[in-house]
């Protein structure tokens, strides 16, 4: 096995596999930016410390478009380069997708030495990192690959400059057929990680039709990364789900069952962070994990209350639920982490968003306010029925009491006679039983 195809096999190594690294920060100022570049080069920092990089340097330019050949000016790129070996630094960061032109010419100026990535390549690098499911991991490996492909020009360039005799003619052979060569490694490796996980898919497809076929109201997190969803998720209903003030520390979807204080049994999933600059691929790669928030009845959207960008990050979250097709579901904003502010921000925050709930993961504080509109928005669809159910189908008593709310139950002669609110998907099995002129 080559070394390339070691790497391919196993995918490559995160940063934190390794020493920790010595990172120059790049960004560049365009007209029109959603973000101010201080507060993105500020989140670029803490993904390269969640991958386990240390920032040692950063710079930037103002630029009307971005240069074709280097993306910054032939200057900065230069100055990026002195600035690399004055720190002594091992790579330096983009928070600009490059182009595989652009890359290939920064490494040929900044040295071989040092790394030259981009924001994208640094998401998945962290995303290689913190996934743990076969599915997570497949779907990592996946855009993994769909971002390497058109990268690998100049990986096996060594193969042709070094051959004997050099001059016309050299440029060209084993270079370039192992060139090919590892393009179809690559393509074929990607048709076998979208079979696998279009197996995983159906599996997981078929767990969510049993989920839709129960009938249970079906809540959904999503959010910008490190907003405290998982947080959230473990204070409602007391889940282990993986918790940690870092960017991105979960990547599964966790779904679990959680009873409204009517005794309705409800579901509640937590889904992997969205950030600005989501990579396409990720999105695409994560699309099974993505169908649980289209598959909702409710998106809880969670925001950290905390951060000096969460209108920017609630923006980032709009255009990604968008993006798979959420927008039409009911949503609910949560401003989580509401201890960490101030009365003055608290005043602020109330104001700008009257009809958002305030919470608390941590302390609990506003968690009894948001079950309650839960349960208001599970049984806003509700069907208000009069039944009356022959003691023969206590079954029926059982669904009931299980997956409707019970208004009020006597048992008379002929049965079991319940005023209840029931969903949907029950509203049709009561119905038969319906008492006239209730």
Known sequence: ??????????????????????????????????????????????????????????????????????????????????????????????????????????????GRDVKVIDRTALILDIFALHATSKEGRLQVRLAQNQYLLPRLRGMWAHLASNRMGGGVGSRFGEGESQLEVDRRMV?????????????????????????????????????????????????????????????????????????????????????????QKLPTTLVEAFKSTLDEITGADLILHVVDASSPEYEGQIEAVQEVLDQIGAQDIPRLEVFNKVDLLDGEARTALEGRYPLALRVSAETGEGTGELVERIAQAAAAADAHLEVLIPYQRGDLVSVAHERCHIVSETHEEAGTRLVLLAGPAYAGVFEPFCVEGA
Do not use: C
């Open 187 to 275: 393509r074929k490796r990607i048709t076998s990680i979208k079979r696998e996980l279009a197996h995983l898919a159906e599996v997981r497809a078929v767990q969510r039709e049993s989920r839709y076929a129960s009938g249970m109201f079906k809540v959904a997190l999503a959010g910008y990364t490190n907003a405290g969803k998982s947080s959230l998720i473990n204070r409602l209903t007391d889940a282990d789900v993986l918790s940690y003030d870092k960017l991105f520390a979960t990547l599964d979807s966790t779904t679990r069952k959680f009873e409204l204080p009517e005794g309705r049994e409800i579901t509640i999933t937590d889904t992997v962070g969205f950030i």
């Open 1 to 110: 096995m080559t070394e390339f195809e070691s790497v391919i096999e196993r995918g490559p190594k995160t940063l934190a596999e390794e020493r920790r690294e010595r990172a120059v920060l790049v960004g560049v100022e365009r007209p029109g930016l959603k973000w101010p570049l201080a507060s993105s080069l500020a989140e670029l920092e803490r993904l390269a410390d969640t991958a386990g990089a240390e920032t040692v340097a950063v710079t930037t330019q103002r630029l009307d478009a971005p240069n074709p050949r280097t993306f910054v000016g032939s200057g900065k790129a230069e100055e990026i380069a002195d600035l690399a070996r004055a720190h002594a630094a091992d790579l330096v960061i983009f928070d600009d997708e490059l182009t595989p032109s652009q890359q290939s010419n920064l490494e040929k100026i900044v």
